[in-house]
Structure formats: structure tokens, C-alpha cells
């Protein structure tokens, strides 16, 4: 008898040999062996008080009284196995998934022997956790037990090592299982489906049918159509949907519910709106799920005006957002929509019910504020946030470089990475905008090093982002490396290398690319045009951009919009072809709006035609202009022709209409400092320095035959205070401090926040002369390089 009871704890403590899984050392693992071989069995006072604990704790355990069914547990001296089973299971969601583990392991330690209920238990806290390390000791302790094989246990692995993405394991679990019911084919399918695999998840709904002869439920094509939306397979979701018609799947409360939702959301991701509502209209219940995957499938199409409607009318129909993803549907309506009011109030509305402090309806709130131009707002809800991930960071980063603020941007990104949070693709492309921005060609390498660290540089977004950043910051040949080591090309790739070599002013170059972008049959869309067509305009090519013009609809069947006549308005009329430029604006087909005219009267003061610049301001004047640029074109005209009576009253009026001039500021970058001045600055710790070297170019160039251009002073002025007004403009001040900051081998970059006036071009030629520096400078419009008295531009900006 002794030898019995010795040999039952023996197979008892093969479980307990097997806890070196979770323990992970061999000598816990022997003594809990020992320790299993000498228990024996507490005595407890009644079999029938033992069945009355159990009865109790399972009405507990169905009332969700969780705290009081382990209260009660804890009270049973020998808690059988059925009861380990029933705490488990109550514990087996991811709240309380550790408890379940340990409920597991004390089960184990206490010779219960696992069966072939307390395995799946177990096994999905694995899955909920994918928690692999523990769901491999699970898999062994089953294996040990002899209930590998269980139709319930084996089907649970199945799922876990899904769940754990370890399809391969799953795969092989599935294949060996001696047999198969529909959960099992149903967690295989989820698995393909997880992973993207669209071809094989096919396959296996096939063999499912043929091979099997099972019929797919609902659970089946809940797994199976977010995968047809993922890959836009609008064909097959409608064969799934004449399915679920046919076997009435659509009818039953519980089922159509899960299936109208996936069935609507797969319409809606591929852009089939008219469907996704029919089948949402058609439902005989909908849940705040289904309410959401509408909603998000209007904001998908662009349809923010209706998303907004549709969540009012979920409010309205007494639903409450519990989950944040209505929630954040109707915040990405509201940003786009620049509904800040309505934002505010979702803000106040969330604020009352909790769930802003949910992280993804915070990040959403985040991101409205950021788009919708409020940052202020955004940086105080950021520190409000309790929980904050690389997204909460993106938002902000994305938020200051949109507003302007690229300095703070990278501030926010070196507090993120002190707070050990992994930049992921989204920040980074938020990012490298600042430096290009910034026009911070050191912090656009590093963060170029930081993506390649990262593993993120074969991304497409960050590679197009690059090819911006280093084009903006004066390293075309930089953005056509990225270019040509890219994987693969999207449409913005293309675009973005075309517009590079545009603003640099090489439109033969951006005219080749274009061709080669046809061959490998990339096709252009609209923004392809605007950038090629305003690469011929900044390279004085007016016959090429007539002919890609004109190519754009009778070719590629684009109709032109505002933006592409803008530009053609611009080439002709850079070219000096004023009156063909506005006898084109005359017959363009739609009407032309200010930035049309604008771009006519920026080449009036160029071309100092002082008529048709008055003809042009009348036109800009019944329109209203619509910011600051065209008062100062037209004060610049009156201001040439020595009319200063007519530009005090033009800037009279600006300021009346609220419109203030932005003051004209260079920077230029020093061993990864930002150094920037405006106009006659003097705050510089070596504005001293500066100006004596300003004094001494002066001197040395006038020498040379340069006389100041003072028609660029829009003041009333006696010739010397023009002189010196022209000789402190902001980018002159910052190339003669770079001059003396850099060696004689660096190129001296200078970024300019308003174009480049007619006298500055022509000292920095003279400047890159006398003292042979290859100078670059980005202003408004394009790039400029100079070098030996020369810049790329021909005088032609």
C-alpha cells in the first residue's frame, strides 16, 4: 500500500519535475520532485463540507464574484481538479491572467493532475499574454499527460501558437492533429488571416470545404473578410456576402451582428460606401462596433462631413463610446473637417465619461489639436497624459513641424528617446520634415543614421521623406543616392525627386526622370505635373513646360486644376512673357483666383512693368487678397518706380486689413548649431565681427564695379541710408558670419525665409568671387548656388 501511494506520488511529481519550464533551474525543479514524492494528502473534516465549499464556489464563479469564489477557494483543504478547472476558466481573461498561472503552478505543486479541460484554460492565458515561453512548458506538460492529442488541448496550442505568432508551430499542430473539427479549421484560418497571408488563408477555406466538408460560420468569415479588406478583394467579400445570404448568417442576432460589422467594414475599406450603408441599414442590430467601422470607413474615403453626422446619430440613438475607437474616428473627422469646436466639445464630452484617459482616444485628441493648428492646446493635453507611446510623440513632433515650430519638434524627439520610447516609421517621417525645415542638413543625417539603426530605412515613407530633407538642405545629390538604393518606388517617390531637382534649378535633369518614371510604368498623376512644369519654370524651360502642359490632358487624361495654371502662369511669365501669361489667365476655364494673379504680379516686379503690374494689382483688389505677399508685391512695384506716396498707402491699407509683412530671416547652420538673423540684426554675440566683415566685402566688390541696387528699399530714403539698408539684409549678415565660422573648403549654406531680392543676388555672386566660397542659399522659391561670380539659377528666379 505504502509502495502504491508512493508510486501515485511519483506520477503525480512528474508534473512537478516538468515546472523547471517556469522555474527555469534544474535544482527547483528536483527539489519540487522531492518535495511531491513525501507530501501526503492534508485530512480534511468532511467529503460532504468539501462538496458544499465546491457548489458555493462555482455560484461565485457565475455571478462574476471572482474576489469571493478565491476567498472561498483558498478555505478548501484539498481543492480536487474540477475546481482548479473552474478558477482557471474565470481567470483566463488577460486582467487576470497572471492569477491563472499561478493557480496552475499551485495546482501542480499540489499533485492535481491537469486533464483535458485545464489545459485549453491555461493555454488561452498563453494566447492572451502570447506568452510563448510558458505555452512551450504547457505543450510539454500536456505531452507528458498524454492529452497532446485531445481535439480540445491540441486545438488550444493551435491557437496559441498563433497568437504567439509562431504560425509554423501552428501549421504543424494543425497537420498532425488526428482530428479536426470547424473551431480547429476556424483557428488555422485565423492564423493566415493574422498574418496577411491572403493566398494560403484561400487555400485552406478550400480545403476546409472540399476535403473536410464543413460548411463556414460565422466565425469563419469574420477571420477570412478582414483579410479580403486588407487586400481591397471587393469581389470575393461580395461572393462572401451572397454566402452569408444564402445560409441566413446575416439573420441571427448574435451572428449578424459579427458578420454585418466585418461584412460593412470590408465594403467600406474598399472604398464601396453605398454597400457598407446598405448592409449597416439592413442589420437587425448593431453594437457600438458596428457604429465605429462605419464611421471609419467615411473618414477612410475622405467623407469627413458625413463620418461626423453618423457619430452624432450614434449619440443620439443613446449608444456610449466604451471602446475609443468611435471616439477616434470622430476626432480624425473633426481635424480634418478643422472643426475645433465640435473637437472641444468631444473633448469635454470624453472628459466626463473616462475615457479620455483611454491612450489611443488620448492620442486621437492629441493629434486634432496638432492638425487643427492649436498646439498650445496639444502640448497642454500631452502633459496632462498619464500613459504616452511613440504615437502620443509622433503627434506632437507632427504637430510643431506643422505649425512651424521645428525647433520644439526636435526638443519633443530628444525627450522621447530619454524616456526610452522607440521611435517607430511615423515619428521619423514626422521628423525629418523639421530638418528640412530647418534646413539642418547635420540633424537630417543623424536622423538618417537613426532610421538606418533602427532598421527602418527601406521603408518607402522614410525614404521619401529623405529625398525631401536632403534636396531642402542643399544635397540633391544626397536625395538621388536615396532614390537609387530605394527597394521599391511609390508615386511620391517620384514626385518628390522630380520637385528636388526643380527647386534647384534643374529642369533637363527632372525632364529625364520624368521619361524614365513613364518607362518603368509609373503613371503620373496630378502632383507630377505641378512638379515638372514648375522644374521648367525655375529653369527658364517655357517650350518644355508648354509641352508637358499640354501633354497632361490630351496624353494622360488629367484635367488641369488651379494649381497646374498657377504654375503655367508662373513659367510664361518668369520667361518674360507677361502679355501671353495674362492673355492665358484671360481664357483659362476657370476663374482665376489670387495666387494666379499673384504669380503674374511677382513677375511685373521682376520685368519692372510698371503698367501691367497696375492692371494686375486692380484685379488682386477685387478679389481680396488673401495674405500679406501680394500687398508687398504690389508696395514693391510702386516703391521701383520712385512712387512712394502710392506704396505708404498700399502698406496703410495692408496694415488696415490686418496683414502683417513677415520680416525677412536667414539662418544658417554652424557644427550643428542654428544660428538665425533678421534685417539690421544686432543680437548676435559677434554682430561686431559680423558687421566689419560686411564693411569689408562692401568695399572689396565695389572695387569690382558693384553698385547697390537701391530700388530694392521700399523706403523714401536719402541713396546712403538705402545703401546701408540694402547692406544688412538677413542674408548677407549670415553669409559673412558664416565666412568667418567656416573653412575655406566648406560650402557656406544660407536658408532665407522670403525670396531673395535683386541686389543680395547680385553681392552673393560677387561675394563667391572675391572670396572664392561656394555659397548656397534656399529662399522662398528655389535654390540658389554660387560659385566663381556664377549662380545656378542664370539670374532667372
Same mark, same amino acid.
Given at each position: 500500500?505504502?509502495? @502504491? ?75 480536487? +481538479?474540477? @475546481? ?68 480540445? +488541448? ?27 473539427? =470547424? ?28 476535403? @473536410? ?11 477570412? =473578410? ?7 478583394? !471587393? ?6 456576402? @451572397? ?83 468611435? +471616439? ?62 511613440? &504615437? ?37 517621417? /514626422? ?6 525645415? =530647418? ?11 537613426? &532610421?538606418? +539603426? ?60 520624368? !521619361? ?66 495674362y492673355q492665358f489667365i484671360q481664357s483659362m476655364p476657370l476663374t482665376a483666383d489670387v495666387r494666379v494673379w499673384g504669380a503674374l504680379l511677382a513677375a511685373c516686379r521682376v520685368h519692372k512693368n510698371i503698367d501691367l503690374g497696375k492692371r494686375v494689382s486692380r484685379m488682386i483688389q477685387e478679389l481680396g487678397p488673401e495674405g500679406t505677399g501680394n500687398f508687398v508685391l504690389l508696395s514693391n512695384i510702386y516703391s521701383a518706380a520712385g512712387r512712394f506716396d502710392e506704396a505708404a498707402e498700399v502698406r496703410i491699407i495692408q496694415k488696415v486689413k490686418g496683414f502683417k509683412k513677415s520680416p525677412g530671416c536667414s539662418w544658417i547652420e554652424i557644427n550643428g548649431s542654428l544660428h538665425a538673423f533678421v534685417g539690421g540684426d544686432q543680437r548676435h554675440l559677434q554682430s561686431s565681427e559680423i558687421y566689419r566683415e560686411l564693411d569689408n566685402i562692401l568695399l572689396g566688390i565695389k572695387k569690382l564695379g558693384y553698385q547697390p541696387d537701391t530700388t530694392f528699399v521700399l523706403q523714401d530714403l536719402e541713396e546712403e541710408e538705402k545703401e546701408k539698408a540694402l547692406i544688412y539684409h538677413s542674408e548677407k549678415i549670415a553669409i559673412a558670419f558664416g565666412i568667418l565660422s567656416l573653412s575655406e573648403d566648406k560650402t557656406i549654406f544660407v536658408t532665407k525665409n522670403l525670396r531673395v531680392c535683386g541686389d543680395c543676388h547680385t553681392v552673393i555672386k560677387y561675394i563667391s568671387l572675391v572670396k572664392r566660397r561656394a555659397i548656397i542659399v534656399r529662399d522662398a522659391n528655389r ?8 549662380? /545656378? ?5
Amino acid at each position: 500500500m505504502l509502495a @502504491a501511494a508512493r508510486l501515485d506520488a511519483t506520477k503525480n511529481g512528474a508534473f512537478l519535475l516538468l515546472l523547471f519550464h517556469f522555474h527555469r533551474r534544474h535544482h527547483d525543479a528536483r527539489r519540487l520532485f522531492s518535495t511531491a514524492v513525501c507530501l501526503r494528502p492534508p485530512p480534511f473534516e468532511s467529503i460532504k463540507d468539501q462538496a458544499l465549499l465546491l457548489v458555493q464556489l462555482q455560484g461565485h464563479i457565475a455571478r462574476g464574484h471572482l474576489s469571493r469564489a478565491r476567498h472561498l477557494f483558498d478555505q478548501i483543504p484539498t481543492p480536487d +481538479v474540477r @475546481a482548479y478547472n473552474d478558477l482557471i476558466r474565470a481567470y483566463s481573461s488577460p486582467v487576470a491572467a497572471a492569477d491563472a498561472l499561478h493557480l496552475y503552478r499551485r495546482m501542480l505543486l499540489q499533485r492535481v493532475a491537469p486533464n483535458n479541460y485545464t489545459f485549453p484554460f491555461a493555454l488561452k492565458v498563453c494566447s492572451a499574454l502570447a506568452d510563448l515561453h510558458c505555452g512551450r512548458a504547457i505543450h510539454c506538460h500536456a505531452i507528458h499527460a498524454g492529452l497532446h492529442a485531445d481535439l480540445f +488541448v491540441s486545438t488550444a496550442l493551435l491557437d496559441m501558437y498563433v497568437k504567439c505568432d509562431f504560425l509554423h508551430d501552428a501549421a504543424h499542430i494543425f497537420a498532425t492533429m488526428p482530428a479536426r473539427d =470547424l473551431v480547429a479549421w476556424n483557428a488555422m484560418l485565423a492564423g493566415y488571416a493574422h498574418h496577411a497571408m491572403y493566398h494560403h488563408a484561400l487555400a485552406h477555406l478550400l480545403r476546409m470545404q472540399a476535403q @473536410a466538408r464543413l460548411r463556414p460560420n460565422a466565425s469563419t468569415l469574420v477571420s477570412l =473578410l478582414p483579410l479580403l479588406a486588407q487586400q481591397g478583394a !471587393l469581389d470575393q467579400g461580395t461572393c462572401v456576402h @451572397a454566402y452569408c445570404i444564402r445560409v441566413c448568417l446575416d439573420h441571427k442576432v448574435t451572428d449578424g451582428v459579427l458578420v454585418g460589422t466585418a461584412l460593412l467594414d470590408m465594403y467600406a475599406k474598399c472604398g464601396s460606401l453605398v454597400y457598407a450603408r446598405r448592409v449597416f441599414d439592413d442589420m437587425p442590430a448593431r453594437n457600438e462596433v458596428t457604429w465605429s467601422a462605419l464611421i471609419s470607413g467615411f473618414v477612410l474615403c475622405g467623407r469627413m462631413t458625413q463620418a461626423f453626422i453618423l457619430f452624432k446619430d450614434m449619440l443620439a440613438k443613446g449608444l456610449r463610446f466604451h471602446s475609443p475607437a468611435s +471616439v477616434a474616428c470622430a476626432l480624425r473627422a473633426c481635424a480634418n473637417l478643422d472643426d475645433v469646436r465640435m473637437g472641444e466639445q468631444l473633448h469635454a464630452l470624453l472628459a466626463k465619461s473616462g475615457v479620455h484617459a483611454d491612450l489611443t482616444a488620448g492620442n486621437s485628441l492629441l493629434s486634432m489639436y496638432a492638425k487643427a493648428g492649436l498646439i498650445d492646446q496639444a502640448i497642454a493635453f500631452f502633459h496632462e497624459m498619464a500613459d504616452k507611446n511613440n &504615437v502620443s510623440y509622433s503627434a506632437l513632433v507632427s504637430g510643431y513641424v506643422q505649425n512651424g515650430r521645428a525647433e520644439e519638434a526636435f526638443l519633443v524627439f530628444k525627450k522621447m528617446q530619454a524616456c526610452n520610447v522607440d521611435p517607430d516609421a511615423a515619428t521619423m517621417v /514626422s521628423l525629418i520634415p523639421a530638418c528640412s525645415h =530647418l534646413a539642418a542638413l547635420q540633424h537630417g543625417r543623424c536622423s538618417h543614421g537613426s &532610421v538606418i +539603426v533602427r532598421g527602418l530605412a527601406s521603408e518607402t515613407s522614410i525614404c521619401n521623406a529623405l529625398i525631401d530633407m536632403y534636396a531642402k538642405c542643399g544635397r540633391i545629390d544626397l536625395s538621388r543616392q536615396v532614390f537609387d538604393m530605394m527597394p521599391s518606388w511609390d508615386i511620391v517617390s517620384w514626385n518628390t525627386m522630380i520637385a528636388g531637382y526643380g527647386i534647384h534649378g534643374l529642369g533637363k535633369e527632372a525632364t529625364t526622370l520624368f !521619361l524614365d518614371m513613364n518607362n518603368r510604368g509609373f503613371a503620373p498623376d496630378g502632383v507630377t505635373f505641378i512638379s515638372i512644369i514648375s522644374s521648367c519654370s525655375h529653369s527658364g524651360l517655357v517650350t518644355e513646360g508648354k509641352h508637358w502642359f499640354h501633354e497632361m490632358a490630351s496624353r494622360y487624361g488629367i484635367t488641369p486644376r488651379m494649381e497646374h495654371y498657377n504654375c503655367m502662369v508662373d513659367l510664361l511669365a518668369r520667361g518674360g512673357f507677361l502679355d501671353e501669361a495674362y492673355q492665358f489667365i484671360q481664357s483659362m476655364p476657370l476663374t482665376a483666383d489670387v495666387r494666379v494673379w499673384g504669380a503674374l504680379l511677382a513677375a511685373c516686379r521682376v520685368h519692372k512693368n510698371i503698367d501691367l503690374g497696375k492692371r494686375v494689382s486692380r484685379m488682386i483688389q477685387e478679389l481680396g487678397p488673401e495674405g500679406t505677399g501680394n500687398f508687398v508685391l504690389l508696395s514693391n512695384i510702386y516703391s521701383a518706380a520712385g512712387r512712394f506716396d502710392e506704396a505708404a498707402e498700399v502698406r496703410i491699407i495692408q496694415k488696415v486689413k490686418g496683414f502683417k509683412k513677415s520680416p525677412g530671416c536667414s539662418w544658417i547652420e554652424i557644427n550643428g548649431s542654428l544660428h538665425a538673423f533678421v534685417g539690421g540684426d544686432q543680437r548676435h554675440l559677434q554682430s561686431s565681427e559680423i558687421y566689419r566683415e560686411l564693411d569689408n566685402i562692401l568695399l572689396g566688390i565695389k572695387k569690382l564695379g558693384y553698385q547697390p541696387d537701391t530700388t530694392f528699399v521700399l523706403q523714401d530714403l536719402e541713396e546712403e541710408e538705402k545703401e546701408k539698408a540694402l547692406i544688412y539684409h538677413s542674408e548677407k549678415i549670415a553669409i559673412a558670419f558664416g565666412i568667418l565660422s567656416l573653412s575655406e573648403d566648406k560650402t557656406i549654406f544660407v536658408t532665407k525665409n522670403l525670396r531673395v531680392c535683386g541686389d543680395c543676388h547680385t553681392v552673393i555672386k560677387y561675394i563667391s568671387l572675391v572670396k572664392r566660397r561656394a555659397i548656397i542659399v534656399r529662399d522662398a522659391n528655389r535654390f540658389h548656388h554660387f560659385k566663381n561670380g556664377q549662380c /545656378s539659377c542664370r539670374d532667372f528666379w
